[in-house]
């Protein structure tokens, strides 16, 4: 979730920040305008925060927390999100001064090169935005922000980034030390997903596919061919359902266990992900710790992509050097 809102968030009084948040209820009539930030001359309204702010808190809502739990969740999305949106006013007050701009032309490509990559159709991407709790207006809102810091990003930080072998090994070395030592497997996974309010019967018959399509795998069929015709992880329906090599221990459960089990080509039987998904997985490579050679390629583009994090966050830093920065919730 957290990643599609950003393609495709500071409590001085707790739960009244997030009732604020909130959108109100038609009862209470009155809207009170508040600025809750000043960046240079431009503001941050209120209504802003809220605006923004609302898919996360449905997001966070939807995973049926306690009140507390709720609660904190809540307080802690919205500091992260006007942090994000002040750093977007810094962004805006860059790219004015730089003469960058984002035409309507570049977000409608922006769209569809991601509806693209997710093998999706544009119309099919919107409906996930909506469902996700943005409307059209929203996501094309974020995708020109985004656009917007990637011409930024490639102008002013780019050029500052220059990653080694030994910047690679050196992440590897946190890699190993972060994962304890333990094994690392690169799961390949199919997700069907379980629609909202499917039945019993429907969710048989969702599992009776799942298991036809673990005896197609296990009879030779590529599984890759699989994973792109029917898995519904639209992220990973072109990495063969993988996500890349990760701690073993850091799988959940009962996923662990089945994959502990798998050797080489071999695949999982159906696996209920609560009330979601039907999981298949196949590993191509038992659990193992990998040698540096064997994750080179990886360890490359996270050493790059951490070096490019740091240098954008120096970057931002710098641009808060130079601008009055006045945050009022």
Known sequence: MKRFLRWLTCGVVGLGLVAAALPPKVAEASIVERVVAVIGDRPILLSELRHRARPHLIAIAAQNPTQAQQAAAESEKIRELLTRMIDD????????????????????????????????????????????????????????????????????????VRVTEADARATYTRWIRDS????????????????????????????????????????????????????????????????????????????????????????????????????IVQVRQAAHVPAFEEVKETMLDRAYGDAMERQRKLWLLELRRGLYIDVRL
């Not at 007050?93 to 093998?119: C, M, P, T, Y």
């Not at 999706?120 to 207006?137: C, M, P």
């Not at 159906?270 to 998904?277: C, D, I, K, V």
Request: aromatic share 4%; charged share 30%; glycine share 8%.
């Open 89 to 160: 006013r810094l962004e805006e007050i860059a790219a004015d001064k730089a003469r960058l701009a984002v035409s309507a032309e570049e977000v409608d490509n922006g769209i569809k090169n991601v509806a693209a990559s997710q093998r999706l159709s544009v119309a099919e991407l919107l409906n996930e935005a909506q469902r996700q709790g943005l409307s059209e207006q929203d996501y094309r809102d974020e995708i020109r922000r985004q656009l917007l810091e990637g011409k930024l990003i490639q102008l002013r930080v780019r050029g500052r």
């Open 180 to 279: 304890g030592g333990d094994a690392v497997v690169d799961p390949h996974i199919l997700a069907l997903r379980i629609q909202p309010g499917a039945t019993d019967d429907d969710i048989k018959v969702r599992e009776t596919f799942a298991q036809e399509l673990v005896i197609r795998a296990r009879r030779g069929e590529d599984f890759c061919k699989i994973v792109a015709q029917y898995s519904d992880d639209t992220q990973t329906k072109t990495t063969c359902g993988s996500r890349g090599p990760q701690p073993l221990q850091a799988l959940f459960g009962p996923l662990r266990e089945i994959v502990q089990k798998l050797g080489a080509g071999e695949t999982g039987d159906p696996l209920r992900f609560g009330t979601e998904a039907i999981l």
